[in-house]
Every structure is written in structure tokens, then in C-alpha cells.
């Protein structure tokens, strides 16, 4: 049983930065395709960045290009998502992810085995 433990949210201003982490318990990430999904109010849940277990570029969804980066240390069982110029837009609850031998596509998919408990990621002035 993988458990997934999300930290690093809070409140930015536009345009700064925060990095969110995803630290995995119970089992090695090197199993799964990791991801970071998100849901704003009376909005549905989207798939932000997805990694797969063993393929290569990460899927990033279009509204995030160029600001975000997924990646993971596998020594330390960890999943960041490196977050830059921030809009109010991305203002939302942070999910982590899992999936067993997944593929990035979890993402569009919307598909995990696992989830984080969720962590708030305000962008406010």
C-alpha cells in the first residue's frame, strides 16, 4: 500500500513560485507514473503534469507549459512540481498521484491507484 503525503502549498503572489513535494511511503515510486492533478471550486479536477515509470517526456497540461516542472528523486521516494509565475488562475487543491506501471497519460485520463490527502495552493495580491 503506497502512501502519498503532499507538502509545500500555500499562499503566493502573482508571479512567484512555489515548489509543491510528494513524498511516497509503503513502496518505490520507481513502480509508478507520478502526477499532480488539481481542482479549483466548481471547477472539475484536471491533470496538471504527469511523469510515466519508464517513459520519457512528461505530459504538462496546455495552461501550465513553460511555468511548471514535474520531477522525482527516486533516493529520496519524492515527486516535486516546480511552480513559476504563478496566476490567480492557478489557484486550486493539489492532488499527488500514482499509478502502478502508469503511463503519463494518466493525466488525461484521470486515472490513479493512489492520491495525496490534497494540498491548497492560494495566488492571491
Known amino acids: 500500500q503506497l502512501q502519498l503525503v503532499e507538502s509545500g502549498g500555500g499562499l503566493v503572489q502573482p508571479g512567484g513560485s512555489l515548489r509543491l513535494s510528494c513524498a511516497a511511503s509503503?513502496?518505490?515510486?520507481?513502480?509508478?507514473?507520478v502526477g499532480w492533478f488539481r481542482q479549483a471550486p466548481g471547477k472539475e479536477r484536471e491533470g496538471v503534469s504527469c511523469?510515466?515509470?519508464?517513459?520519457?517526456?512528461?505530459y504538462y497540461a496546455d495552461s501550465v507549459k513553460g511555468r511548471f516542472t514535474i520531477s522525482r528523486d527516486n533516493a529520496k521516494n519524492t515527486v516535486y512540481l516546480q511552480m513559476n509565475s504563478l496566476n490567480p488562475e492557478d489557484t486550486a487543491v493539489y492532488y499527488c498521484?500514482?499509478?502502478?506501471?502508469?503511463?503519463?497519460?494518466?493525466?488525461?485520463?484521470?486515472?490513479?491507484?493512489?492520491w495525496g490527502q490534497g494540498i491548497q495552493v492560494t495566488v492571491s495580491s
Open positions: 498521484a500514482a499509478l502502478f506501471r502508469g503511463v503519463k497519460e494518466m493525466c488525461i485520463m484521470g486515472v490513479s491507484d493512489y
Open positions: 509503503g513502496d518505490s515510486l520507481e513502480h509508478y507514473a
Open positions: 511523469s510515466g515509470h519508464s517513459d520519457g517526456n512528461p
